[in-house]
């Protein structure tokens, strides 16, 4: 029996003072495989599912015992197959599903009051189809590489927890109250609303959709409108906070090749210690802010996507007004007009009232190697002139390197070279 394992991961996770909250799940599921009858531990039910007459809540046979669960009890399902809702809507305290297959619950609409738990063997997805409400439960966890699916509406009563090391997939609308995300999952919002407010403690968010929510993440990673979590709809946020560890990353993956839009209907914090990844290329990251985008002590991080050419120039921050300026990895500020080096390649930053641009001048020269692009003769400072003594390095023939000499230093002698020639 695997019922120790959600017990470990959310103590590793939420902490010890949310341990006695999933603890009955444990001791739950340890009780119902050893007891006779086996769902007749209280008020909790044992679901075998897939009688010879379907998958119906409403029908005894499909449960361990008896009859299903009526209001305000637990329903625990290590096995059997699909399950429907079914004699009007369901109201349970709590949910966990143990099955080691894929598994579906549709029908009549589910409301939840307690915690949702999908600890089935890795690599395994539960979908929820029909309605489900969270009235204020403590947590829905996903354990390991699980998904959980929840592909109907989607409403939140008061706070919800959502998170874990698997991941969760909402491509219904969400509505209601606040949630709050932590582990190291994914939580995708394809199919839009509105909630109270989105708070990331950890793991990603995809905000792949119109969400009129204001995020506050003092972890994780924010993700925005991409192919693969938007199905080519729009996507915006309300008004976004990032903490001193959290990224905004508009791409799915900070890094990666897949280009992003992360759009506010409201405002940008980014606070010092934060960061902002962009990929630029041929397919580029853009942030797209409504209000005042304050980017002081935010640390940008650019990484090439294939396609870039040393001279492309870039747009990819756009708000109605830019307060502040970026840093590097390193804490020095990345002032209007400076050069600094990322991944391999030579970039400079501008910065306007209302958009950030950023050009890129050719990869990072090697020893004895030139640069490239037009944007190289256009660097100043140090950079600059580490990059005029590459291009000195580009006169190879002797005739034309003496005859340079000799006219700019008359007392050049070929029989004695000058000192910074010598090897």
Known sequence: MR????????YRQMGRRHLFVFAPLGILAVALVASSPAHAVGNSYQWSGGSSVGFDTSDPTNWSGAAGPGSGDDIYIPAGTDMNVDGGPL?????????????????????????????????YATEIENDLTLDDVDFVFVQDTNTLFVSGPMTVVGDAQLGGEGDIVVSGQVAGGSVTVFGDGDLV????????????????????SVITSDVAATGGVLSGGTPSNTGGSEQSVGAVSLGSSAVLSPGPTPGGDDEGLFATTGSLS????????????????AV???????????????HPRPGL?????????TAGAIVGEFADESGTPLTGGST??????RWRITYGTTDIAVENLGPVPTAGSAPSGAGALAETGPAGAGTLAALGMTFTALGAALLVATRLVPSFSPRRPPRSSRR
Not at 309 to 317: C, L, S
């Open 288 to 302: 797209a802010v409504a209000g005042t985008a304050d980017i002081t002590g935010s640390t940008l991080i650019v």
């Open 91 to 123: 109201t349970v305290r709590r949910l966990m599903v143990d099955v080691g297959q894929d598994f579906g619950i549709s029908g009549q609409p589910m409301t939840i009051t307690g915690e949702i738990a999908v600890t089935q063997p890795a690599g």
């Open 189 to 208: 919002l394809r199919g839009g609303g509105s909630l109270a407010g989105i708070s990331v403690q950890s793991g990603t968010v995809h905000a792949g």
């Open 3 to 10: 019922s120790s394992w959600p017990v470990r991961s959310y």
């Open 309 to 317: 050419q040393a001279g492309d120039r870039f747009v990819p921050i």
């Open 340 to 345: 600094f080096v990322q991944s391999g390649q």
């Open 270 to 285: 980014a606070a010092p210690g934060s960061s902002v990844v962009l990929g630029l290329g041929a397919a580029s990251d």
